[in-house]
Each structure stands twice: as C-alpha cells, then as structure tokens.
C-alpha cells in the first residue's frame, strides 16, 4: 500500500472489528460514555449477531443463562433463561438499532491487516470487500478486536476411513445446509459437547432415531429451560432492578459452584453422574456413557434445558455409544467394536477451528505481531501491542460477562488519555513474569489451539482470572496508570 493511499484513509477515533454479541456491547457503551467518538464496525458478514447469526443447525441455543449471556445495560425479557440462536439474533439487532448501532456498522468487509504506526500513532486496517475482493483502508487511533475466538469460514474436521464409500449425507453443525430434511431418516450425531447435546435432541423430534456416537463422555447438567425466580422478581419489581438482581443471582451460583467442583472434584462427579442416573432410569449405563475421565470444569459443562437430551434416550429415540471409528461404511459407521450404526444423515460435530485476533495479519512499527509470543494483559490487550483490545470472555460463565467489563475498561482507558494528552497506550511486561497457558482447559479445540494462542504470566496484572468478582474489581475499579500501562505522545512508543 502507498503511503499517500494511507495518509489519504479515514481516521476514526476507535474501529471495532465484529458486529456480533460483544461488538455491538462494545459500541453501546463506547457511545454512552465516550459520546464524542468517533466509530465504525467492519462486519465480515451481511447480517448482525455474529455467532448467532452464522449457526442455524437445529436447536442451536445459549448454553449459558440469558440473564448473564445478555447486556448488563438491556434487560433480557425473553421468558427463556436458555435462549434459542433466533432469540438471541433477534436482541443483539434491537439492542442495535435501539442504541442507533447499526448505521456505523460497515457489512461484508473483512479486515485483512492492521499496521500500527508509532509515528502516527495510529493503525492502518485493510479492509477486503466479500464477494467482490474490493480492498478499502481506515485509520483508527484505537483498534478493538470482538471477532470472537474461531473460525467462521472453518470447523475441526476430522477424516474418517471410508467416507467416500458412504451413500448418505455428510453434515457439519457449523455449515447447515438450509434445504435438510431428517424427518425419519437415521441419524448419528459424532460428538459430545454443547453443538452435540443441542443437535441431538431436537433432531429427534422427528428423526426415525438419532445415535450420538461419542468417543469419551462429556458431563451433561439439566437446567431449568425458564428462571422462576427472574419471573417472580419481574411480577413485583421494576424491569431494570428484576433483571439486575437475577443477573446477580446467577453469577454468584454460578461461581459458587464452579468454585465447589475445583475444590471438591470427586463428590461433585459423583453427583452429576448421579443426577445423570435418575434422569435415565434405572438400569441405564450410565458409568459407559455419562461419567467423564476428566474432573467437573477441566472442560465446559454441557447444558440441556429441562432435561431434553434425557428425555429423548429414556423415551428411545435416542440412543448413545460410546466407542471410537474403525471407518465408515455405504450404509453408516463401523465402529472398533465392531458394531455397525446404520444411518443416512452422519452430523459431524467434533468442535471448532480456533483462531486469534480474528484472522487478521498485524504489525507493529514494521515488525509482524506473533500472538503466540504476547502476554494478555488483564486477559484483554497484549504486552507491547499499542491501543488495542480484544474481547474475550470465560470458559466457566457467560462470555458477555468479560466482554462487558473490557468495553467499561477500554472507554476508561480512553477518557483517561484524553485528560491526560496521551495518544499511545501500551502495556510493557516487567522482567520475571513466566509464561504459562492462556487457557487452563483440557478441550480438544484448546489443545490444538495452544500454539496460536497468547500467554499469560505468573503474576497480576499478566493472570487470565476466571473469576467475574476478581475481574470486576481489578478492571472496572483498579488504576488505569498501574505502572504496566505505559503512555506517550504521538510520535515514540513508551
């Protein structure tokens, strides 16, 4: 790119990158508390909702309660407490166009490459227009990355022996093809996680029969798919005060019990699989099929609102197994057992394709960046990466929570410039601060993602907390000028 083409650019005050649940929570509150701002979305996609919008596979819902998933500043009024993918669009896009969003909001543009420029202090985006491979530049003084953590144009694909012989329909959750039917066809979902317990029993509703064939067991809790309690609140309290104190209420239970299955691994297994037990009835296997090798939260607890995947396999038309793939065959699966699955839909729903900083090639002064060798600070801006952010939320709660206290943070962090004449931001990590994993998670899409993912250290403010309390204290109410963030004039890195 030519330097006049760049000097040339847009320069906007902030660009955030994403118009999906944690860009447009980003851009209501840059709006609110920085109102003189000046800001753009670029959106990859043609629509609003970002994940929620991409995923249309059957039954696709939250796996978190909606009084946490949703805004702290919008009120979830929706009587489900676990919400269905179109609900979910449906009140990112409200709370969009209520807030006057989604006019700067810059649909099937996907960022490509940001350059950031000491001198200027200021970043280069490169911009590629989808369909049309059109290239376009801006500038923006502060960079914020809500492009979430995985790919969307690719899932984790395992290849299985034989698939070509197979006479049937190959499915990936992520890529649901509008036009399937499964109305009594046969059906194996491959898969235990959240897509799999979602997937499962909705197709069940008319399949002939579905099988979700896992290779290990996930932990699987029933929830109720309403919040009584939030509904009482709403019949004897105003909306905004109802919805605050259920917000409160969740989070607080759901640490409560995160924090009890870390200290307590053993009994609390005992009791999943327990419930797991008299949910399925007696007899069940549940020791083959619902108790997992790993301890409670080494990977995410999967939800299934009101007890629906249970039901499904108590009233038989699901069934589960639990074994590995010796291939595939013309007519289903032949499994190591030696068992054969029959089916004419396989659903193949062996997880996601992580990615950092939403795909985009960044520079600093010249030099690329390699997130790898970076340190989240805060859990939220990398070590020596100047004005900029990312949202990324928790593995044991509702990501909007974390995503909701980085936009409260980076809006501090830009009045606080402001005042003090600074137009360069960036935090230095100080000598001694060990590398350790970004993610403390045992998941299969983590593990094969640990090489591209950041670090963080052994000490504050390097630690990735999953801990909504500890987070809210230290971002929302600790210093800004806290000695790691350094700040400068335009023209030198500090």
């Given at each position: 790119?030519?330097?006049?083409?760049?000097?040339?650019?847009?320069t906007?005050?902030?660009?955030?990158?994403?118009?999906?649940?944690?860009?447009?929570?980003?851009?209501?509150?840059?709006?609110?508390?920085?109102?003189?701002?000046?800001?753009?979305?670029l959106?990859?996609?043609?629509a609003?909702?970002?994940?929620?919008?991409?995923?249309?596979?059957?039954?696709?819902?939250s796996?978190?309660?909606?009084y946490?998933?949703?805004?702290?500043?919008?009120?979830?009024?929706?009587?489900?407490?676990?919400?269905?993918?179109?609900?979910?669009?449906?009140?990112?896009?409200?709370?969009a166009?209520e807030?006057?969003?989604?006019?700067?909001?810059?649909?099937?543009?996907?960022?490509?490459?940001?350059?950031?420029?000491?001198?200027?202090?200021?970043?280069?985006?490169?911009?590629?227009?989808?369909g049309?491979?059109?290239?376009?530049?801006?500038?923006?003084?502060?960079?914020?990355?809500?492009?979430g953590?995985?790919?969307?144009?690719?899932?984790?694909?395992?290849e299985?022996?034989?698939?070509?012989?197979?006479?049937?329909?190959?499915?990936?959750?992520?890529?649901?093809?509008?036009?399937?039917?499964?109305?009594?066809?046969?059906?194996?979902?491959?898969?235990?996680?959240?897509?799999?317990v979602?997937?499962?029993?909705?197709?069940?509703?008319?399949?002939?029969?579905?099988?979700?064939?896992?290779?290990?067991?996930?932990?699987?809790?029933?929830?109720?798919?309403?919040d009584?309690?939030?509904?009482?609140?709403?019949?004897?309290?105003?909306?905004?005060?109802?919805?605050?104190?259920?917000?409160?209420?969740?989070?607080?239970?759901?640490?409560?019990?995160?924090?009890?299955?870390?200290?307590?691994?053993?009994?609390?297994k005992?009791?999943?699989?327990?419930?797991?037990?008299?949910?399925?009835g007696?007899?069940?296997?549940?020791?083959?099929?619902?108790?997992?090798?790993?301890?409670?939260?080494?990977?995410?607890?999967?939800l299934?609102?009101?007890?629906?995947?249970?039901?499904?396999?108590?009233?038989?038309?699901?069934?589960?197994?639990?074994d590995?793939?010796?291939?595939?065959?013309?007519?289903?699966?032949?499994?190591?057992?030696?068992?054969?699955?029959?089916?004419?839909?396989?659903?193949?729903?062996?997880?996601?394709?992580?990615?950092?900083?939403?795909?985009?090639?960044?520079?600093?002064?010249?030099?690329?960046?390699?997130?790898?060798?970076?340190?989240?600070y805060?859990g939220?801006?990398?070590?020596?990466?100047?004005n900029f952010?990312?949202?990324?939320?928790?593995?044991?709660?509702?990501?909007?929570?974390k995503?909701?206290l980085?936009?409260?943070?980076?809006?501090?962090?830009?009045?606080?410039?402001?005042?003090?004449?600074?137009a360069i931001?960036?935090?230095?990590?100080?000598?001694?601060?060990?590398?350790?994993?970004?993610?403390?998670?045992?998941?299969?899409?983590?593990?094969?993602a640990?090489?591209?993912?950041?670090?963080?250290?052994?000490?504050?403010?390097?630690?990735?907390?999953?801990?909504?309390l500890?987070?809210?204290?230290?971002?929302?109410?600790?210093?800004?000028?806290?000695?790691?963030?350094?700040?400068?004039?335009?023209?030198?890195m500090?």
């Amino acid at each position: 790119m030519s330097t006049s083409a760049s000097s040339n650019a847009e320069t906007l005050d902030v660009l955030i990158i994403g118009a999906g649940l944690s860009g447009i929570g980003a851009a209501y509150q840059l709006q609110k508390t920085c109102p003189g701002k000046r800001y753009a979305i670029l959106e990859a996609r043609d629509a609003i909702g970002g994940t929620w919008d991409l995923f249309r596979y059957p039954g696709i819902r939250s796996d978190s309660d909606m009084y946490t998933l949703g805004y702290r500043f919008k009120p979830w009024t929706n009587p489900k407490a676990i919400a269905d993918g179109p609900a979910i669009r449906s009140y990112i896009r409200e709370t969009a166009e209520e807030g006057g969003i989604t006019r700067h909001i810059r649909f099937r543009q996907k960022v490509v490459s940001a350059a950031w420029s000491s001198a200027e202090a200021c970043w280069t985006v490169v911009a590629e227009q989808v369909g049309t491979g059109e290239r376009s530049t801006v500038r923006a003084r502060f960079l914020y990355a809500c492009s979430g953590y995985y790919r969307y144009d690719e899932a984790y694909r395992p290849e299985f022996a034989g698939e070509a012989d197979f006479r049937g329909t190959l499915v990936l959750p992520q890529f649901w093809p509008e036009q399937l039917d499964h109305a009594g066809k046969r059906v194996v979902v491959i898969g235990s996680g959240a897509t799999a317990v979602t997937v499962v029993p909705s197709m069940a509703k008319t399949a002939a029969h579905v099988t979700m064939l896992q290779r290990s067991p996930s932990y699987v809790v029933t929830r109720p798919g309403e919040d009584k309690i939030a509904h009482g609140l709403r019949r004897v309290l105003p909306e905004r005060t109802a919805y605050r104190m259920t917000r409160w209420k969740n989070v607080l239970i759901g640490m409560f019990f995160y924090k009890l299955a870390r200290s307590r691994p053993e009994p609390i297994k005992r009791r999943i699989v327990q419930m797991a037990a008299q949910q399925l009835g007696n007899g069940y296997d549940v020791a083959t099929h619902f108790t997992p090798r790993y301890k409670p939260w080494d990977q995410r607890v999967c939800l299934v609102p009101d007890g629906d995947l249970f039901d499904a396999i108590r009233n038989g038309r699901v069934s589960v197994v639990t074994d590995t793939i010796e291939r595939f065959t013309p007519d289903g699966i032949r499994l190591a057992s030696g068992k054969e699955l029959p089916a004419d839909i396989v659903v193949i729903a062996t997880g996601l394709a992580l990615q950092v900083l939403g795909g985009v090639a960044m520079s600093i002064d010249g030099r690329p960046l390699q997130a790898n060798e970076a340190f989240a600070y805060k859990g939220m801006m990398l070590s020596d990466v100047p004005n900029f952010a990312m949202a990324f939320g928790y593995t044991n709660a509702s990501w909007t929570l974390k995503a909701d206290l980085t936009a409260g943070y980076v809006c501090r962090l830009l009045r606080y410039m402001d005042r003090h004449g600074k137009a360069i931001a960036v935090p230095r990590r100080e000598p001694g601060v060990e590398p350790k994993p970004f993610l403390d998670f045992t998941s299969g899409y983590v593990q094969r993602a640990q090489h591209i993912l950041p670090k963080q250290g052994s000490r504050a403010p390097w630690q990735v907390h999953q801990n909504y309390l500890q987070d809210l204290v230290t971002i929302r109410f600790g210093r800004i000028a806290d000695g790691v963030m350094r700040f400068g004039a335009k023209g030198a890195m500090p």
